[in-house]
């Protein structure tokens, strides 16, 4: 019975950690190609959860679909802060004040969106209903939430998107020039400061894409990005500072642990299991699981 | 013979302090051309100003009767200029396929990008069995191939070499050294070489400046400045550096 139970919260931990992966991914893609922290990226979460909410309830689109249409829309409000805001602090010289610049534009930007969804649709917290949100499968002992395993197969499927355009295309192969060496990838004609719009798009769709899955079985509410977005930097902390495949796999760790501290922990205290085992790594393997080299901004 | 770059009265200052000064150059369609001189004199930052990755103060660069100086890197490589750089500056991270594959990002040598890779994987076959590996894994020497073969995916209008013997063995420079003299012979491609090997820079070029301390000092052909007992005196005798 007690291995039952393991692999229960194994299993409930790998399905929410998919989603965790997601998120932290596109902030990996940011901070590899940028060197910028983006501290609204929780924010842009939320306001992908909120999107595909507006699409169930006035037009009836699934959540699951839902979540994939807010990527197109995503992508262009990621190129078009870039342009209009990031684009001041990034590149333009003295990295030091920059990256100051930097914390304070996207801790800003945090704080107006949520104060903003908060004033012009009420903190009060929203939900989709569906009708597999509260349906489980059933494998012997194991119940599986059906929510959360098509939330888990959808954020995959958009990891393994990424992977592919990330190292089959030339555009992807162009971001990941302009993040290993910024100077050299403008002598192959690589613009980099497209490469940083396409960068940013990128991230927030993907953030947002996972914020519209979240939203099949997480309740919506204006605050929260706060209970997402310390995960996302610790998911990718764990996997080495701008590595994608870590950031994959520190987003799949932070579900399982969180999973498992309920074994002996309270839910409230879930967090917990994440911190210590974050600390735990950095003691032991301070680059993150997948870092391979120190990387100076 | 018409001009591929000029280069005229150039100045580059880093936080007051002037780099380069009134630098006026200029390569023929064609051309091979060496710039030497001494560490710090400003060998480095002229390539950099002539693609774009420095800022520059004052002076005009024309790249094929266009003034291409208020344009990005992006842009000028876009253009046809290919600048291969100090220290190599491969993307360690990615294999050594697409490092190449990068070299013909520009439009202009997308559609060439089997024949290029055939040409330059030719020229180093060493690319060719290493082409999944990653190209941070490489040694100095191949590493410095694999930016030579970038270099020569973009079917560059203007190659710009910056030392590329810089901290390799003696026998990796000499095949350096034959295999830019064979590409030069191959495709008489215009060539700006960057060079503390002045012996070795000035024998593969047709002219060459000598540029101190931010300054053009000497220019002349190839024989002129070999024979020139500045030159001699200071680079050829001080071989012991």
């Known amino acids: 019975m007690i291995v039952a139970d393991l692999v229960q919260y194994v299993v409930t931990g790998l399905l929410v950690g998919g989603v965790y992966a997601l998120m932290s991914i596109g902030l990996a893609l940011i901070f590899g190609v940028m060197r910028v922290v983006n501290f609204a990226q929780g924010d842009f979460m939320m306001l992908g959860m909120y999107l595909t909410y507006w699409l169930a309830i006035g037009y009836g689109v699934d959540p699951l679909l839902g979540a994939l249409l807010t990527i197109p829309p995503f992508f262009v409000l990621g190129l078009v802060v870039h342009r209009l805001l990031l684009v001041h602090v990034t590149g333009r010289g003295d990295p030091q004040r920059e990256m100051d610049a930097q914390l304070i534009l996207t801790l800003g930007l945090s704080l107006i969106i949520t104060n903003a969804v908060t004033m012009l649709l009420s903190p009060e917290p929203r939900g989709i209903k569906t009708a597999y949100a509260t349906q489980a499968f059933v494998v012997g002992p194991i119940l599986v939430n059906q929510a959360r395993s098509y939330a888990f197969a959808m954020a995959l499927l958009l990891a393994v998107v990424v992977y592919v355009f990330l190292t089959r295309t030339d555009l992807g192969k162009a971001l990941r020039a302009a993040a290993d060496d910024p100077e050299a990838a403008g002598y192959q004609a690589i613009d980099v400061r497209t490469m940083h719009g396409v960068a940013f798009g990128i991230g927030i769709a993907l953030v947002a894409a996972a914020g519209g899955l979240l939203a099949t079985y997480y309740p919506i509410e204006p605050t929260v990005a706060v209970n997402f977005i310390v995960l996302m930097f610790v998911a990718v902390v764990l996997g080495g500072l701008g590595s994608i495949p870590g950031a994959f796999i520190g987003g799949i760790v932070i579900g399982l642990v969180q999973s498992l501290t309920l074994l002996v922990l309270p839910f409230q205290l879930q967090n917990v299991g994440v911190f210590v085992a974050f600390l735990l790594v950095l003691y032991l393997r301070p680059q993150g699981l997948f870092g391979q080299r120190v990387r100076t901004v | ?241």
């Open chain 2, 1 to 241: 013979m018409s001009a591929m770059l000029k280069v005229s009265g150039l100045g580059v200052s880093y936080g007051g302090l002037h780099a380069l000064a009134d630098v006026s150059l200029d390569v023929g369609d064609g051309e091979f051309v060496t710039i030497v001189g001494p560490n710090g004199a400003g060998k480095t930052t002229l390539l950099k100003a002539i693609s774009g990755a420095v800022r520059v103060g004052s002076g005009h660069i024309e790249f094929r009767g266009r003034d291409v100086g208020a344009l990005s890197p992006a842009r000028r490589a876009a253009l046809g200029i290919a600048h291969v750089p100090e220290g190599r500056r491969v993307f360690p991270s990615l294999t050594v396929l697409d490092n190449l594959e990068l070299g013909s990002y520009r439009a202009a040598a997308r559609s060439r990008r089997a024949e290029s890779l055939e040409a330059v994987l030719a020229l180093f076959p060493v690319l060719g069995s290493r082409a999944k590996q990653l190209a941070g894994s490489l040694s100095g020497g191949e590493q410095q191939m694999l930016a030579l073969g970038r270099g020569l995916m973009a079917q560059p209008d203007l190659l710009l070499l910056d030392e590329p013997s810089q901290g390799l063995g003696p026998r990796i420079v000499e095949h350096i050294f034959e295999t830019i003299a064979e590409i030069r012979r191959r495709r008489r491609l215009t060539i700006l070489l960057v060079e503390q090997r002045v012996v070795e820079a000035l024998e593969l070029a047709d002219r060459g400046y000598v540029l101190e301390t931010g300054r053009v000092v000497l220019a002349g052909g190839r024989d002129a400045l070999l024979a020139d007992r500045k030159v001699q005196n200071v680079y050829l005798g001080g071989e012991s550096r």
